[in-house]
């Protein structure tokens, strides 16, 4: 008997057929493709040499930034990868020119019923969307946003000296991006057209919309709100522009063509020549107004050095010229849009006397919204039979907004005596099938049913430690608030510190408390390889001071369904008691660590890279990582025979306990080392081997505290002869 049935075996050997088709056209065709590929890549090589990285550091590198090369293959490697990636995208459209005859032959590759002109108007659609998004970042995102992160490493004494690498992916990645997300009216106006998303579901989640653009707006641009507001607003504004066109195209859709376009145009072509008029003089009066002076001053408040240009100066013409162009430009967009809504009027007029032809003598599509309370009461039954309760909802809260409450109460009051109707009808078609049906036969399928169903099933029967997990997260849900509350206070008051100058301070004291023998006011030069590395670094300390702070508060929120599934037993007060531990070993480690372990650890480096006559530039993460784990490092280990204690004190575990599973916590100290450290010997053993000295610090210290094991211990049970 064969492995797999006779679909799976003809699915795979359609698969083998079409690549074999697409592989012989390779070969046939393989010549061309190559020849393509070459071009690609040579065009590649050249461009970024010649063009593409004068003209990005021309344009885009800040006052005070450099890019460099950190190995001596970064800028070779960076071109052909580059070059290999436009080769690819050269020669795939030349082997699928060679290739469509197979793939029709093999019915992968049909005809689609779409005329050329419109399939070359959305593509030029979407080129030019992908063009305007770019240029939005290129010319203005990306300037503001590159002079902020130079100005702020400048300012925290840091040296930004860009790797050509990450430099030159960010830029391409975040440019590609923005080209992607100016394809949103593209996508939401097929989407909403073919009825794949429905053009209600843009609609009613556009807050949902906004709030995660946001969000990525927060994770992808720098924090201060005026690059935020570059990122956000202008999608924002592009998810509105999209609605809009979406409901142009499927009101268009549901008129079903009885609209002419230019003849809607042309009927109210008073309103479009008035609209252009006053576009172009808006436009003209405000450029000669120098109105382009206030979001300077914007830009002057947000402590940016970036100005935009009058508009003379911006398109290289004289400023007479230049207004002449603003006026025109304003005036086309605001043509555009009363265009769109002038066609848009006159699809939704040809859709409602369509709808009101289509649904003559229809009870059930009266229009409930555009009757009054007597209207509602005397409306047929048919009107509200198949309403969903979500639709009478809103047509009552629309009454109510209309200061009409006893049409409200009408609609709530047919849609109730409906829906109890209904009810009844169904009820009583249940109850006849079910006399219909066989007694033993029903019988016998609810037993077999009722084997399965969540009453018969207990925790034992699947999985236990799920009905665990889940007790005790959803206990957690009572302190939720408070947790995200301390959470989010700490890591945004750590955060805005440290953006706000506080890891500038600690560098300067820091190296103030490096011995006098070691020149590393000159000599140690911190640097940011990448444009964003130490915004990432402070979000990241932020994080783990906030996750520090809310584990006891984790901890004390838990800890009733905990000893409710008897995982483990103690006082809960203890766990308020722990934070405080924490916060201190933490503080106390700190403070050795800052005054004696770092400055020893990172001097002696210092001293040793300058005795081998070596320029010495640190990255920043690389940096303050050695400083956070020779400070806060000092008082997380601090904190292990601290909590040690406290959690024996407490009756959360014992010390025999603890000293019995020493060979465990070893192992897990090895695997998390192994997983947050660098892919390093060495540095897996100077994060593993601490953790485990200071935890039998920590044995050390109860061994003492209990007289071995003695005290504390629970006696022994009698035995009964």
């Known amino acids: 008997m064969p492995a797999l049935d006779d679909d799976a075996q003809r699915a795979i050997a359609g698969t083998r057929a079409t690549a074999g088709a697409m592989l012989r056209t390779a070969q046939k065709r393989g010549q061309r493709a190559f020849i393509a590929f070459l071009v690609g890549l040579l065009v590649g090589i050249y461009a970024m040499r010649e063009l593409v990285w004068p003209q990005l550091k021309e344009d885009l590198l800040a006052r005070g930034a450099d890019v460099i090369a950190q190995t001596p293959f970064d800028v070779i490697l960076l071109q052909v990868k580059i070059g290999l990636i436009l080769g690819v995208l050269f020669a795939l459209p030349v082997l699928f020119y060679y290739a469509r005859g197979p793939l029709r032959e093999r019915g992968i590759l049909r005809d689609v019923p779409v005329s050329r002109a419109r399939a070359l108007v959305v593509l030029l659609v979407a080129i030019l969307l992908f063009a305007g998004g770019a240029i939005y970042a290129y010319y203005l995102f990306f300037p503001l946003m590159f002079q902020f992160l130079a100005e702020n490493a400048t300012k925290a004494g840091f040296a930004p000296y860009y790797s050509i690498i990450d430099w030159t992916e960010f830029i391409l990645v975040l440019g590609l991006s923005f080209g992607l997300a100016a394809q949103l009216p593209l996508a939401m106006t097929a989407l909403s057209y073919s009825g794949i998303v429905p053009y209600e579901t843009f ?26 507001i570059l990122w956000a607003f202008p999608l924002v504004a592009l998810y509105g522009a999209s609605l809009y066109l979406s409901k142009l195209v499927v009101t268009a859709k549901r008129a079903g063509g009885k609209v002419s376009v230019p003849r809607a145009l042309a009927a109210r072509w008073n309103v479009l020549a008035g609209t252009g008029v006053v576009g172009f003089l808006v436009g003209y009066l405000a450029a000669s107004a ?50 769109l809504r002038v066609v848009y009027a006159a699809f939704d007029a040809a859709v409602d006397a369509s709808a009101v032809l289509a649904n003559a003598g229809d009870p059930s599509a009266i229009d409930i919204g555009r009757l009054d309370a007597a209207g509602v009461r005397a409306a047929p039954p048919e009107a509200f039979a198949e309403m969903a309760e979500s639709d009478a909802l809103e047509a009552a809260n629309q009454a109510v907004e209309d200061g009409d409450k006893e049409k409200a109460r009408a609609i709530l009051d047919r849609f109730d005596t409906a829906e109890a109707e209904r009810e009844t009808a169904e009820s009583e078609t249940a109850e006849a099938a079910e006399e219909e049906e066989s007694g033993g036969v029903t019988e016998t399928t609810a037993n077999m049913v009722n084997a399965f169903t969540e009453d018969e099933t207990t925790e034992d029967d699947i999985g236990g430690y799920y009905y665990d997990i889940a007790f005790i997260l959803n206990s957690i849900r009572s302190g939720l608030f408070i947790i995200a509350a301390v959470f989010m206070s700490v890591l945004a008051g750590t955060f805005y510190w440290l ?39 402070e979000v990241k300390i932020s994080t783990i001071f906030a996750a520090i702070v809310c584990l006891p508060l984790v901890a004390y929120f838990a800890w009733p ?49 300058l005795q081998a006559d070596m320029v010495i530039y640190y990255r920043v993460k690389s940096f303050f990582w050695l400083v956070f784990l020779t400070t806060a490092g000092i008082g997380i280990l601090f904190d292990i025979p601290l909590s040690m204690l406290l959690f024996e004190r407490a009756g ?70």
Request: with cysteine; charged share 15%; proline share 6%.
């Open 203 to 228: 609609r009613d989640n556009w807050k949902y919309a906004v709030v995660l653009i946001f969000g990525f707006g927060a994770l992808f641009s720098p924090p201060d709100p005026f690059t935020q």
């Open 499 to 537: 953006y706000t100058g506080g890891i500038g301070s600690i560098r300067e004291d820091f190296l103030r408390r490096l011995p006098a023998g070691v020149n590393t006011q000159e000599a140690l030069n911190i640097v940011t390889l990448h444009p964003v590395e130490a915004l990432v670094f």
């Open 652 to 721: 959360y575990v014992s010390y025999p306990a603890l000293r019995k599973r020493w060979r465990g916590v070893a192992l897990v100290c090895f695997v998390f080392a192994a997983v947050v450290t660098p892919e390093s010997v060495y540095t897996l053993f100077v994060i593993a081997v601490p953790v485990i000295l200071f935890y039998w610090i920590g044995l050390g210290l109860l061994w003492v505290v209990t007289l071995g094991g003695r005290r504390g211990r629970k006696p022994e049970p009698e035995v009964v002869s």
């Open 290 to 339: 120098n109105a382009q002076q206030y979001l300077n001053d914007a830009l002057v408040w947000a402590e940016s050095s970036y100005r935009i240009p009058a508009a003379g100066e911006a398109f290289g013409v004289a400023p007479e010229t230049g207004y002449a162009v603003v006026g025109g430009i304003v005036a086309a967009v605001l043509l555009l849009l009363m265009g």
């Open 561 to 609: 369904a905990i000893e409710d599934r008897g995982i483990a037993s103690g006082n809960q007060n203890a766990l308020l008691a722990w934070g405080g531990t924490l916060l201190v070993g933490l503080l106390g480690g700190i403070a050795v660590g800052y005054t004696v372990v770092a400055p020893s650890v990172i001097s002696w480096f210092v001293w040793d890279a």
